[in-house]
C-alpha cells in the first residue's frame, strides 16, 4: 500500500528565516505530487504540482519555490520566510492518470514569527 | 473557469441527528470528478468518495450517502445518525477530465454534539 509522510510536523521559523519542507511517498512510482497551503481559516491553496522529476508548475506566485529532486520525494523551500507565509502545508499524491483521487500526507503546521 | 460553493460555513447537529452537506459546482466541461473529503482536527485530509460526472447513481457507504444532481450541479453529503467522531471540516472538490488539479469548496465545519 501507498503511504505519504511529511516532516516536520511542526515548525516555528522568524521572519527571514529559510525553509525546507520535505515529502515522500512510497509503495508507488511516478506519482503526481502536489504542494497544497491551508492559512487561517479553512481554504486550500494549490501552490505546486509535478507530474514528474524535475517537473513543477507553480500555480501562485510567491515567496517559496519547489523541486522534485527524486521519483517520489517533493520539497517547499523558502529562502526568507515572511510573516503571511504561516499555515498549515500539505502534500498530496495522486497515480499518474487524469483527474485521479489525491491522497494526502499529515501535514506540516508553520507558524513564522 | 471552474468553481465549488459549500455555502454552509458551520453546522451543528445533536449525536444521531441526520445532516446533509450541500455543494454545488460550476464547471464547462461535460467529464469531470467530483470528489469528498474529511479534515479531522488532525489536519490531514481524508478521501471519502470520487465521482465521474457520467454515474448519477447515488452511493451509499454505511452512514455515509452521496446525492449526485447533474440537473442542478449539485453533489450532497448525508451523513446518517451524526457521531461525534463525525466533527470535522469537509471539503468538496472538482477536477477536471485531462486535469491534475483539484479546485475546492471553502469547506464546512461539522460539529456533532453528544
Known amino acids: 500500500s501507498q503511504t505519504i509522510h511529511q516532516w516536520p510536523a511542526t515548525l516555528v521559523q522568524p521572519v527571514g528565516s529559510p525553509l525546507s519542507l520535505e515529502c515522500t511517498v512510497e509503495g508507488t512510482s511516478n506519482p503526481n505530487l502536489y504542494w497544497y497551503r491551508q492559512a487561517a481559516g479553512r481554504g486550500l491553496q494549490l501552490l505546486f504540482y509535478s507530474v514528474g522529476i524535475g517537473q513543477i508548475s507553480s500555480e501562485v506566485p510567491q515567496n517559496l519555490s519547489a523541486s522534485r529532486p527524486q521519483d517520489r520525494q517533493f520539497i517547499l523551500s523558502s529562502k526568507k520566510l515572511l510573516l503571511s507565509d504561516s499555515g498549515f502545508y500539505l502534500c498530496?499524491?495522486?497515480?499518474?492518470?487524469?483527474?485521479?483521487?489525491?491522497?494526502f500526507g499529515p501535514g506540516t503546521r508553520l507558524t513564522v514569527l | 473557469a471552474q468553481k465549488v460553493t459549500q455555502a454552509q460555513t458551520e453546522i451543528s447537529v445533536v449525536e444521531k441527528e441526520d445532516v446533509t452537506l450541500d455543494c454545488v459546482y460550476e464547471?464547462?466541461?461535460?467529464?469531470?470528478?467530483l470528489f469528498w473529503y474529511k479534515q479531522p482536527p488532525s489536519g490531514e485530509l481524508v478521501f471519502l468518495i470520487r465521482?465521474?460526472?457520467?454515474?448519477?447513481q447515488n452511493e451509499i457507504s454505511g452512514r455515509y450517502s452521496w446525492n449526485f444532481q447533474k440537473s442542478t450541479s449539485s453533489f450532497n453529503f448525508t451523513i446518517t445518525a451524526s457521531q461525534v467522531v463525525d466533527s470535522a471540516v469537509y471539503f468538496c472538490?472538482?477536477?477536471?477530465?485531462?486535469?491534475?488539479?483539484?479546485?475546492f469548496g471553502a469547506g464546512t465545519i461539522l460539529r456533532v454534539k453528544s
Open positions: 465521482r465521474n460526472s457520467f454515474d448519477e
Open positions: 498530496a499524491w495522486s497515480p499518474n492518470r487524469e483527474a485521479d483521487t489525491q491522497y
Open positions: 464547471t464547462r466541461d461535460t467529464t469531470y470528478y
Open positions: 472538490a472538482l477536477s477536471e477530465a485531462g486535469g491534475n488539479k483539484l479546485v
